[in-house]
Protein backbone atom coordinates (compact mmCIF):
# COMPACT_ATOMS: atom_id res chain seq x y z
CA UNK A 1 0.00 0.00 0.00
CA UNK A 2 1.53 3.22 -0.73
CA UNK A 3 2.80 5.55 2.41
CA UNK A 4 2.75 8.65 0.14
CA UNK A 5 -1.44 9.56 -0.31
CA UNK A 6 -1.81 11.87 -3.13
CA UNK A 7 -4.96 13.03 -4.23
CA UNK A 8 -6.26 13.37 -6.94
CA UNK A 9 -4.08 12.06 -9.41
CA UNK A 10 -5.49 13.88 -12.22
CA UNK A 11 -6.93 16.78 -12.25
CA UNK A 12 -8.70 19.24 -14.57
CA UNK A 13 -9.21 23.12 -14.17
CA UNK A 14 -10.41 26.31 -15.94
CA UNK A 15 -8.15 28.95 -15.82
CA UNK A 16 -8.67 31.55 -12.72
CA UNK A 17 -10.03 28.79 -10.71
CA UNK A 18 -9.01 27.58 -7.47
CA UNK A 19 -8.10 23.85 -6.55
CA UNK A 20 -6.68 21.98 -3.52
CA UNK A 21 -4.00 18.98 -4.11
CA UNK A 22 -3.93 16.47 -1.08
CA UNK A 23 -1.52 14.69 0.60
CA UNK A 24 -1.05 12.47 3.23
CA UNK A 25 1.89 10.49 4.68
CA UNK A 26 1.74 7.31 7.09
CA UNK A 27 5.49 6.98 7.39
CA UNK A 28 5.43 8.54 10.51
CA UNK A 29 7.40 11.48 9.43
CA UNK A 30 7.91 14.83 10.49
CA UNK A 31 8.85 16.69 7.22
CA UNK A 32 6.73 17.45 4.20
CA UNK A 33 7.51 19.18 0.63
CA UNK A 34 6.04 19.69 -2.42
CA UNK A 35 7.94 19.55 -5.40
CA UNK A 36 6.58 20.96 -9.08
CA UNK A 37 7.50 18.66 -12.38
CA UNK A 38 6.61 20.48 -15.47
CA UNK A 39 7.41 19.15 -19.09
CA UNK A 40 10.67 18.26 -19.95
CA UNK A 41 12.11 20.33 -16.34
CA UNK A 42 13.78 18.85 -13.33
CA UNK A 43 12.15 18.67 -10.35
CA UNK A 44 11.28 22.22 -8.84
CA UNK A 45 11.66 22.67 -5.05
CA UNK A 46 8.49 24.69 -3.46
CA UNK A 47 7.98 24.27 0.16
CA UNK A 48 9.09 22.06 3.30
CA UNK A 49 7.65 21.84 6.10
CA UNK A 50 9.00 20.53 9.87
CA UNK A 51 6.43 19.71 12.29
CA UNK A 52 3.91 21.71 10.44
CA UNK A 53 5.73 24.89 10.50
CA UNK A 54 7.35 26.79 6.78
CA UNK A 55 10.92 25.93 6.63
CA UNK A 56 11.57 26.62 3.10
CA UNK A 57 9.38 28.90 0.68
CA UNK A 58 10.97 28.65 -3.26
CA UNK A 59 7.58 29.61 -4.80
CA UNK A 60 7.67 33.35 -6.30
CA UNK A 61 4.26 33.08 -6.17
CA UNK A 62 1.50 34.17 -3.85
CA UNK A 63 -1.04 32.08 -5.74
CA UNK A 64 0.14 28.65 -3.66
CA UNK A 65 -0.34 28.48 0.29
CA UNK A 66 0.21 25.19 1.10
CA UNK A 67 -1.88 23.99 4.59
CA UNK A 68 -1.37 21.70 7.33
CA UNK A 69 -4.10 20.39 9.51
CA UNK A 70 -2.23 17.34 10.81
CA UNK A 71 1.37 16.87 10.90
CA UNK A 72 1.05 13.76 8.49
CA UNK A 73 -0.77 16.36 5.98
CA UNK A 74 0.25 19.29 3.75
CA UNK A 75 -2.15 20.03 1.40
CA UNK A 76 -1.42 22.44 -1.47
CA UNK A 77 -3.92 25.40 -2.78
CA UNK A 78 -3.46 27.08 -6.00
CA UNK A 79 -6.04 30.13 -6.77
CA UNK A 80 -6.30 32.04 -10.27
CA UNK A 81 -5.21 29.16 -11.82
CA UNK A 82 -3.37 29.70 -14.95
CA UNK A 83 -1.99 27.86 -17.79
CA UNK A 84 1.29 27.47 -17.26
CA UNK A 85 0.76 26.19 -13.45
CA UNK A 86 -0.26 22.51 -15.76
CA UNK A 87 2.47 20.15 -14.04
CA UNK A 88 3.02 17.19 -11.95
CA UNK A 89 2.78 18.09 -8.75
CA UNK A 90 4.71 15.69 -5.98
CA UNK A 91 4.24 15.54 -2.03
CA UNK A 92 7.14 13.92 -0.20
CA UNK A 93 8.34 13.14 3.12
CA UNK A 94 11.25 12.75 5.07
CA UNK A 95 11.67 11.34 9.02
CA UNK A 96 13.08 15.30 9.62
CA UNK A 97 13.92 17.94 7.81
CA UNK A 98 17.46 19.11 6.57
CA UNK A 99 20.45 17.22 5.98
CA UNK A 100 21.09 13.82 5.02
CA UNK A 101 17.36 13.03 5.33
CA UNK A 102 16.07 11.09 2.61
CA UNK A 103 13.13 11.85 0.73
CA UNK A 104 9.73 9.69 0.01
CA UNK A 105 7.65 10.53 -3.08
CA UNK A 106 4.46 10.36 -3.33
CA UNK A 107 2.70 9.61 -6.76
CA UNK A 108 2.10 12.95 -7.24
CA UNK A 109 -1.50 14.81 -8.63
CA UNK A 110 -1.27 16.06 -12.48
CA UNK A 111 -2.86 18.91 -12.88
CA UNK A 112 -3.55 20.51 -16.52
CA UNK A 113 -5.21 24.20 -17.20
CA UNK A 114 -7.27 24.93 -19.61
CA UNK B 1 23.69 28.89 -3.74
CA UNK B 2 23.46 24.83 -4.75
CA UNK B 3 23.51 23.35 -8.33
CA UNK B 4 23.08 19.99 -9.77
CA UNK B 5 24.21 19.32 -13.45
CA UNK B 6 23.49 16.29 -15.37
CA UNK B 7 24.78 16.27 -18.66
CA UNK B 8 23.69 13.42 -20.24
CA UNK B 9 20.04 13.48 -21.66
CA UNK B 10 19.74 9.86 -22.60
CA UNK B 11 21.97 6.86 -22.66
CA UNK B 12 20.79 3.22 -24.39
CA UNK B 13 22.99 0.48 -23.27
CA UNK B 14 22.26 -3.31 -23.89
CA UNK B 15 20.49 -5.62 -21.76
CA UNK B 16 23.46 -7.00 -18.77
CA UNK B 17 25.47 -4.42 -19.25
CA UNK B 18 27.17 -2.18 -16.58
CA UNK B 19 26.44 1.85 -17.12
CA UNK B 20 27.37 4.85 -15.34
CA UNK B 21 25.60 8.19 -15.45
CA UNK B 22 27.22 11.61 -14.71
CA UNK B 23 26.66 13.94 -12.13
CA UNK B 24 28.41 17.06 -10.82
CA UNK B 25 27.60 19.38 -7.90
CA UNK B 26 27.91 22.82 -6.48
CA UNK B 27 28.16 23.85 -2.91
CA UNK B 28 29.98 26.14 -0.87
CA UNK B 29 28.94 23.85 2.01
CA UNK B 30 31.26 21.33 3.39
CA UNK B 31 28.84 19.04 4.38
CA UNK B 32 26.00 18.10 2.01
CA UNK B 33 24.35 14.68 0.79
CA UNK B 34 23.97 13.04 -2.44
CA UNK B 35 21.31 11.36 -4.09
CA UNK B 36 20.47 9.28 -6.68
CA UNK B 37 16.25 8.91 -7.63
CA UNK B 38 14.75 7.32 -10.29
CA UNK B 39 11.61 7.97 -12.13
CA UNK B 40 9.43 5.31 -14.20
CA UNK B 41 7.59 5.54 -16.98
CA UNK B 42 4.66 5.64 -14.82
CA UNK B 43 6.47 8.43 -13.02
CA UNK B 44 6.68 7.23 -9.84
CA UNK B 45 10.19 8.85 -8.06
CA UNK B 46 11.90 6.18 -6.18
CA UNK B 47 14.77 6.44 -4.26
CA UNK B 48 17.87 4.39 -5.02
CA UNK B 49 21.33 5.35 -2.99
CA UNK B 50 23.10 8.19 -0.98
CA UNK B 51 26.38 9.40 -0.30
CA UNK B 52 27.32 11.65 2.38
CA UNK B 53 30.21 13.61 1.66
CA UNK B 54 32.34 12.94 4.64
CA UNK B 55 32.10 9.34 4.10
CA UNK B 56 35.06 8.46 1.97
CA UNK B 57 33.95 4.62 1.20
CA UNK B 58 31.56 4.74 -1.93
CA UNK B 59 27.88 3.56 -1.29
CA UNK B 60 26.64 0.27 -2.62
CA UNK B 61 22.72 -0.62 -2.81
CA UNK B 62 22.28 -4.07 -4.93
CA UNK B 63 23.26 -3.43 -8.48
CA UNK B 64 23.80 0.66 -7.88
CA UNK B 65 27.00 1.85 -6.63
CA UNK B 66 27.91 5.49 -6.39
CA UNK B 67 31.41 6.91 -7.74
CA UNK B 68 31.96 9.59 -5.37
CA UNK B 69 35.08 12.37 -6.76
CA UNK B 70 34.84 14.67 -3.78
CA UNK B 71 37.76 16.95 -5.55
CA UNK B 72 35.96 17.23 -8.92
CA UNK B 73 32.35 17.63 -6.92
CA UNK B 74 31.30 14.69 -9.02
CA UNK B 75 28.80 11.42 -8.13
CA UNK B 76 28.27 9.16 -10.79
CA UNK B 77 25.92 6.34 -10.67
CA UNK B 78 26.85 2.43 -11.88
CA UNK B 79 24.41 0.24 -12.42
CA UNK B 80 25.61 -3.20 -13.24
CA UNK B 81 24.62 -6.02 -15.37
CA UNK B 82 21.17 -4.01 -16.51
CA UNK B 83 17.93 -5.30 -16.66
CA UNK B 84 14.96 -3.69 -19.21
CA UNK B 85 12.88 -2.43 -15.86
CA UNK B 86 16.23 -0.08 -15.39
CA UNK B 87 14.86 1.97 -17.96
CA UNK B 88 14.00 5.27 -16.41
CA UNK B 89 15.00 8.49 -15.88
CA UNK B 90 17.31 8.88 -13.23
CA UNK B 91 18.24 12.09 -11.37
CA UNK B 92 20.86 13.13 -8.87
CA UNK B 93 19.88 15.93 -6.29
CA UNK B 94 22.20 17.53 -3.85
CA UNK B 95 21.21 18.64 0.09
CA UNK B 96 23.60 21.02 1.78
CA UNK B 97 24.22 20.38 5.65
CA UNK B 98 21.84 21.36 8.79
CA UNK B 99 24.45 24.58 9.26
CA UNK B 100 23.40 26.05 5.86
CA UNK B 101 20.04 27.43 4.53
CA UNK B 102 19.80 25.19 1.92
CA UNK B 103 19.40 22.36 4.13
CA UNK B 104 15.35 22.79 3.69
CA UNK B 105 15.42 22.06 0.21
CA UNK B 106 16.75 19.26 -2.08
CA UNK B 107 17.76 20.24 -4.98
CA UNK B 108 17.80 18.03 -8.53
CA UNK B 109 18.96 17.36 -11.97
CA UNK B 110 17.40 17.49 -14.88
CA UNK B 111 17.88 13.72 -15.56
CA UNK B 112 19.57 11.71 -17.60
CA UNK B 113 16.63 8.70 -19.70
CA UNK B 114 18.38 5.44 -19.26
CA UNK B 115 16.79 2.83 -21.93
CA UNK B 116 18.19 -0.54 -21.95
CA UNK B 117 17.73 -2.84 -24.86
CA UNK B 118 16.99 -6.57 -24.99
Known amino acids: DPKIIQKPKYLVAVTGSEKILICEQYLGHNAMYWYRQSAKKPLEFMFS???????DNQTASSRFQPQSSKKNHLDLQITALKPDDSATYFC?????????????FGAGTRLSVL | AQKVTQTQTSISVMEKTTVTMDCVYE???????LFWYKQTASGEIVFLIRQDSYKKENATVGHYSLNFQKPKSSIGLIITATQIEDSAVYFCAMREGPASSGSWQLIFGSGTQLTVMP
Open chain 1, 49 to 55: YSYQKLM
Open chain 1, 92 to 104: ASSQDVGGGNTLY
Open chain 2, 27 to 33: TQDSSYF
